[in-house]
């Protein structure tokens, strides 16, 4: 194996020779292919992981749903048992004041999960509130803002946001940054995953094989501009590209493929509080 790969570096010096290229080029070329295939390598593990967790907070917030309407049901049935009650005429006092306390009990829980849900909606709408506020008209033109199933969704354009037919982060989208990373400062209880998305056009760039090393490449971007010049913290982000697999539009028009192009910056709550909650249903003692 090892004398077949010293032949083909052999022969590919060779060939680079013939084509005017110097062997400090080739095995800079080289040097570099390797270190961006381990940083996708990298990227692709981490962008796994945060999709698991973003999977199981979906999840979680679907389940919470589930218990409060579980409750709301057990507090009806509980009601009409105590009407029951009262209109028997010789039921003893202490069932009632069981089955009173059982109801307030319910309507308690009841209560803390509806603020628990609606705490984390208001969070969800005063952060967005706040992003498209701040965004000027112009900015609006390349900028999404949307909140799917107790998640917010901030997708920018790729024209606003990297050079042309790079991955490197544009100037004209420092000041969009900074308002973001505003944003994602204030909110200190969300976790922030940043996808890069392709159109499905082949990508035809040094060192770079294909869409899923660009998209993979430019969200590693915009997660070191938020770090490095925004301060945002390091370990609340997650980069990872999508390549051209996750299309929101058909790449059969100029326009669609426009919309494919894209990188989204996906903001989700912590749901530590709403497992508490459903941990508490669990334990709860079933009569």
Do not use: H
């Amino acid at each position: 194996m090892n004398t077949f790969k010293t032949t083909s570096l052999l022969i590919g010096v060779a060939l680079l020779s013939a084509c005017g290229v110097s062997k400090k080029k080739y095995a800079e070329l080289q040097g570099n292919f390797n270190q961006v295939q381990q940083q996708y390598n990298d990227l692709n593990k981490k962008l796994v992981g945060t999709e698991s967790e973003l999977s199981n907070a979906k999840t979680r917030i679907s389940s919470l749903d589930e218990a409060i309407a579980r409750e709301r049901a057990n507090a009806k049935e509980l009601q009409e048992a105590l009407n029951k009650c009262l209109n028997a005429s010789n039921q003893g006092n202490v069932n009632i004041s069981k089955l009173v306390d059982e109801i307030n009990s319910s309507n308690k829980y009841i209560k803390e999960l509806i603020a628990a849900k609606n705490k984390s909606d208001s969070l969800n709408m005063a952060l967005t509130n706040k992003l498209t506020r701040s965004l000027s008209r112009e900015e609006m033109g390349d900028v999404d803002v949307q909140v799917l199933k107790g998640v917010v969704y901030i997708s920018l354009s790729d024209n606003m946001l990297y050079k042309s037919g790079s991955y490197e982060i544009s100037d004209k989208a420092g000041a969009t940054l900074g308002k973001i990373a505003k944003i994602i400062t204030d909110f200190k209880d969300y976790e922030v995953l940043v996808e890069g998305n392709t159109d499905n056009v082949p990508i035809k760039m040094t060192n770079i094989r294909n869409n899923w090393d660009l998209s993979a490449l430019r969200a590693s971007s915009v997660v070191q501009s938020l770090q490095n010049n925004y301060g945002v913290d390091p370990k609340r982000l997650t980069a990872g590209g999508r390549g051209e697999y996750n299309p929101i539009a058909g790449n059969d028009t100029v326009s669609g493929k426009a919309r494919n192009r894209r990188t989204q910056i996906i903001i989700t709550p912590k749901l530590d509080q709403f497992m508490d909650l459903i941990d508490k249903t669990a334990e709860k003692p079933t009569n």
